[in-house]
């Protein structure tokens, strides 16, 4: 097989399968999307841990998707806007506009010019990245092994 499996992490924590794992068995396929949200579960949960915690609305913020595509399957950690509907920007800046809901998950992921970063998604995604690999190689190897 000349097609290698590779799964890739951009800024957001994707991760993405390549066309070459979701062109084998269905098995295989049921089974990476398995891992896959498995793997994002914990990367979800890890950030949760490790964030910075003031009122609590980031740590509820942190989400994850999994969605499955004809040629890939991708699977997302991410920071979302905090629900809390009273934290809005009561003028407009340059980044956000009047009566728009505050996000400042780049702010403590990332820093600004006045404060220092406190990452809670990369150095997790870092950290369990491998978990997923191992975890894909075993089903292709397992399945590979039934025949």
């Not at 590779?6 to 084998?24: F, G, P, Q, T």
């Not at 491998?130 to 039934?146: F, Q, S, T, Y």
Request: hydrophobic residues 40%.
């Amino acid at each position: 097989m000349g097609d290698k499996i590779k799964v890739e992490w951009a800024d957001r924590c994707n991760i993405k399968l390549s066309r070459s794992l979701m062109s084998m068995s269905k098995a295989i396929q049921n089974e990476s999307v398995v891992a896959l949200r498995q793997t994002a579960d914990e990367i979800q949960a890890g950030a949760k841990a490790i964030v910075r915690v003031r009122t609590g609305l980031l740590r509820e913020s942190i989400k994850k998707t999994v969605r499955r595509r004809p040629d890939s399957v991708v699977a997302r950690v991410f920071a979302d806007y905090p629900a809390a509907k009273d934290k809005v920007h009561k003028t407009s800046t340059k980044k956000q506009a009047a009566g728009s809901r505050d996000y400042y998950a780049f702010a403590i992921e990332y820093g600004t010019k006045r404060s220092r970063a406190y990452p809670f998604l990369k150095p997790t995604a870092n950290k369990l990245e491998g978990r997923a690999l191992r975890r894909i190689d075993a089903i292709v190897n397992r399945e590979l092994g039934k025949v």
